[in-house]
């Protein structure tokens, strides 16, 4: 039911003094489900099912990717649906909110407002006690330990990547929102042995933040990682002319749609990196998905 395996190919202008690059296509896992949600929704639907789960109350912001996902989830196992949303400072009818509200009534939003963000998890699990069916609270971007065994199936499918291609890989680089997709790699390659260097673009927040979740998720803190921040746009969700100019640059050279959130961002400073490090030997660059949200941006 849950396809969790997508191929990995050669980029064509990437630098290629002693280091060869390629992407895995995780964003062609899912249409209207980014590659590492549908990886953590593997694992999280079949527990919510299996635990009798009627009503899920989604934690997001409007135009987030895993609300959208979430709703589609829902709707598809008839689960009830309550989403507390932060309040945007305008709401448009936009973007991943538009087509979230395809699957959304009115009714079953709870907008928060910004300042009593910061209480968005009390205020879900209040909202838990008053359901008459049995609900679970879905942590903003599905980051819950259930969706782990999920996630790590980001590492053995890069395994099984390169049985086909007949080598390995000496550097992976993967971008991080909640940091859960990341964690889950960092572990699934620790627990199979795998000795790639694991190069994390921080878009959300910062180290210490990321490896205090690294405690709480996996309960130590591996040394296969380094972590690296944007260099450019480097607000979560802020969007320059360097980004732009990478979404184009993806789309002409690599033939590759890359979102100016996740995916455009990671590509450019993968490559900033590996050409400042001189990197060596076999790169990969993780394409977790985020397409959706691209039509609602100006590249000009
Ligand atoms: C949610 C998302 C991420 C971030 O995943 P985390 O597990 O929260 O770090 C990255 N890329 C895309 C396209 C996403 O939708």
Request: aromatic content about 10%; glycine content about 8%; hydrophobic content about 40%.
């Given at each position: 039911m849950w396809n969790l395996s997508s191929r990995v190919h050669r980029l064509?202008?990437?630098?290629?003094a002693g280091v060869n690059c390629f992407v895995k296509r995780?964003?062609?896992?899912?249409c209207g489900i980014s590659g590492s949600k549908l990886r953590k929704y593997a694992s999280l639907f079949p527990y919510l099912i299996e635990q009798g789960i009627q009503h899920l109350i989604i934690i997001a912001g409007p135009q987030s990717n895993n609300l959208l996902a979430a709703l589609q989830l829902a709707r598809e196992f008839q689960l009830k649906v309550t989403a507390f949303l932060i309040e945007p400072w305008k709401l448009e009818l936009q973007g991943n909110y538009k087509l979230s509200r395809l699957f959304l009534e009115e009714h079953e939003i709870v907008w928060v407002s910004r300042d009593q963000w910061q209480n968005v998890n009390e205020l879900a699990h209040t909202h838990l006690l008053t359901l008459k069916e049995p609900g679970f609270v879905l942590q903003e971007g599905a980051s819950v330990p259930e969706a782990m065994s999920g996630a790590i199936s980001l590492a053995n499918d890069i395994m099984i990547n390169e049985q086909t291609l007949g080598f390995s890989f000496q550097h992976i680089f993967i971008d991080s929102g909640t940091g859960f997709s990341a964690s889950a790699l960092i572990k699934g390659l620790t627990q199979l042995n795998h000795r790639a260097q694991v190069y994390v673009v921080?878009?959300?927040?910062n180290e210490l933040i990321f490896r205090n979740k690294l405690t709480q998720w996996l309960g130590f803190i591996p040394q296969n990682f380094i972590c690296l921040y944007p260099t450019?746009?480097?607000?979560?969700g802020s969007v320059n002319q360097t980004i732009k100019n990478e979404v184009k640059r993806m789309a002409r050279e690599e033939g590759i749609l890359a979102d100016p959130i996740y995916a455009a961002k990671l590509f450019y400073e993968a490559r900033k990196y590996i050409n400042t490090h001189q990197l060596k030997g076999n790169a990969l660059i993780i394409h977790s998905g985020g397409t959706l949200t691209m039509p609602g941006f100006s590249y000009q």
């Amino acid at each position: 039911m849950w396809n969790l395996s997508s191929r990995v190919h050669r980029l064509n202008h990437f630098p290629d003094a002693g280091v060869n690059c390629f992407v895995k296509r995780d964003d062609e896992l899912g249409c209207g489900i980014s590659g590492s949600k549908l990886r953590k929704y593997a694992s999280l639907f079949p527990y919510l099912i299996e635990q009798g789960i009627q009503h899920l109350i989604i934690i997001a912001g409007p135009q987030s990717n895993n609300l959208l996902a979430a709703l589609q989830l829902a709707r598809e196992f008839q689960l009830k649906v309550t989403a507390f949303l932060i309040e945007p400072w305008k709401l448009e009818l936009q973007g991943n909110y538009k087509l979230s509200r395809l699957f959304l009534e009115e009714h079953e939003i709870v907008w928060v407002s910004r300042d009593q963000w910061q209480n968005v998890n009390e205020l879900a699990h209040t909202h838990l006690l008053t359901l008459k069916e049995p609900g679970f609270v879905l942590q903003e971007g599905a980051s819950v330990p259930e969706a782990m065994s999920g996630a790590i199936s980001l590492a053995n499918d890069i395994m099984i990547n390169e049985q086909t291609l007949g080598f390995s890989f000496q550097h992976i680089f993967i971008d991080s929102g909640t940091g859960f997709s990341a964690s889950a790699l960092i572990k699934g390659l620790t627990q199979l042995n795998h000795r790639a260097q694991v190069y994390v673009v921080l878009l959300a927040e910062n180290e210490l933040i990321f490896r205090n979740k690294l405690t709480q998720w996996l309960g130590f803190i591996p040394q296969n990682f380094i972590c690296l921040y944007p260099t450019t746009a480097r607000a979560f969700g802020s969007v320059n002319q360097t980004i732009k100019n990478e979404v184009k640059r993806m789309a002409r050279e690599e033939g590759i749609l890359a979102d100016p959130i996740y995916a455009a961002k990671l590509f450019y400073e993968a490559r900033k990196y590996i050409n400042t490090h001189q990197l060596k030997g076999n790169a990969l660059i993780i394409h977790s998905g985020g397409t959706l949200t691209m039509p609602g941006f100006s590249y000009q």
